[in-house]
């Protein structure tokens, strides 16, 4: 799935579909990637109303969402290669395809904790009447690092490779701790 012209209800066609990918990372990807996107519009939508100093901090927070939007759409598809070339054939996998289905949802996790943070910033400079799609897109952000952060440990735990899988659970530990507390700030108890 790295048609950048495939339309949304093709692709969620194809995630129903007989087809092994897209699949659950490539989902996830997406949420995350549509998350930074409505954050990035939040952005927009107050710098064009802005008369103070918020636009330049807007302005930069703005780049940094459409860097990890990018980022997560090109991780989607990605793991819907990965997921064909795991999948798609008789084979038994090798140690390298291994490796990146636990490593390939690992950076969307940390791009989308990126995002679920900027997330904070966005909903909290954000005018009134668009601020509170930041808020959905941290949510979405969020449940893209929390369906990230499954498969990193399945997935990990599968690696017959032990100290790169401690590597990347490791890396997935901090995720976590990166977003525990942007979660109840942005969540209240939902967090």
């Known amino acids: ?45 107050t710098i064009a109303a802005s008369d103070d100093g918020a636009a330049d901090e807007l302005s930069e927070l703005r780049s940094g969402l459409r860097r990890r939007r990018e980022t997560l759409l090109a991780l989607g598809a990605q793991d819907a290669g990965l997921v064909d070339d795991l999948f798609g054939d008789d084979e038994e996998a090798s140690i390298r395809l291994q490796r990146r289905a636990a490593g390939i949802p690992l950076a969307v996790s940390e791009a989308a904790a990126s995002v679920l943070t ?67 700030r942005l969540f209240g108890g939902d967090g």
């Open 1 to 45: 799935m790295t048609d950048d012209d495939t339309p949304i209800a093709e692709f969620l066609d194809a995630i129903a579909s007989e087809q092994v990918a897209p699949a659950g990372g490539t989902a996830a990807a997406i949420t995350g990637a549509t998350g930074a996107a409505l954050c990035e519009m939040v952005c927009v939508h």
């Open 118 to 184: 900027d997330a904070e910033t966005a909903h909290r400079r954000g005018r009134s009447g668009v601020a509170a799609d930041a808020k959905t897109g941290a949510y979405l952000a969020d449940a893209a690092v929390r369906a990230s952060l499954e498969t990193v440990r399945i997935n990990a735990a599968a690696l017959p490779d032990r100290s790169f899988a401690a590597d990347l659970e490791s890396r997935a530990r901090a995720v976590k701790e990166a977003v525990r507390d942007a979660r109840p």
